[in-house]
């Protein structure tokens, strides 16, 4: 019982996790890795992102704006990854990311999961 209560939690997150995964590929990982440890590619590594500082990656040169973001000490969570990708410009005026954010909420909600769930690339 115990188990299948479990499983019961435990499936639409996961289900969750690969809707996230197929989104991610399609319009993150041209520009993002996420595998620890891996280099960054034209973006930041966002491997590890939960609980991550904004502008975190060490072996990425971040833009002025993320810079500063960095210095207030901000650390990402699924609801600011959700506010950012609504409008990535609008949280850090002067972004090197351009238009890249998703306009759909269902898409948000399944990457910010993908990257910072329980199943998320450390
Ligand atoms: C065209 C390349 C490109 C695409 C596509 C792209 N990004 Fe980015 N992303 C960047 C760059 C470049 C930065 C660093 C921006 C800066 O320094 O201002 C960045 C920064 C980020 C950050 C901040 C990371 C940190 O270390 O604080 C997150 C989170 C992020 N992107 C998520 C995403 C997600 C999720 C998607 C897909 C919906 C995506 N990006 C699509 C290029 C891209």
Redesign the pocket.
């Given at each position: 019982m115990r188990a299948a209560a479990a499983l019961l939690v435990l499936l639409p997150g996961l289900a969750m996790g690969q809707e996230g995964r197929a989104?991610?590929e399609a319009?993150?990982a041209?520009?993002?890795a996420m595998e620890a440890g891996a280099p960054p590619g034209?973006?930041?590594n966002?491997a590890g992102?939960a609980g991550?500082?904004?502008?975190?990656?060490q072996a990425?040169g971040?833009?002025p704006?993320?810079e500063a973001?960095?210095a207030e000490g901000r650390t990402?969570d699924s609801a600011l990854?959700e506010r950012?990708?609504s409008d990535?410009d609008a949280m850090?005026p002067?972004?090197?990311?351009?238009e890249?954010?998703?306009r759909e909420a269902g898409d948000r909600a399944a990457?910010a999961r993908f990257?910072t769930g329980p199943t998320a690339p450390r």
């Amino acid at each position: 019982m115990r188990a299948a209560a479990a499983l019961l939690v435990l499936l639409p997150g996961l289900a969750m996790g690969q809707e996230g995964r197929a989104v991610f590929e399609a319009r993150c990982a041209s520009c993002h890795a996420m595998e620890a440890g891996a280099p960054p590619g034209p973006g930041p590594n966002l491997a590890g992102l939960a609980g991550r500082r904004v502008g975190g990656d060490q072996a990425f040169g971040y833009s002025p704006a993320l810079e500063a973001a960095r210095a207030e000490g901000r650390t990402w969570d699924s609801a600011l990854l959700e506010r950012f990708l609504s409008d990535p410009d609008a949280m850090f005026p002067g972004l090197w990311m351009g238009e890249n954010g998703l306009r759909e909420a269902g898409d948000r909600a399944a990457v910010a999961r993908f990257l910072t769930g329980p199943t998320a690339p450390r």
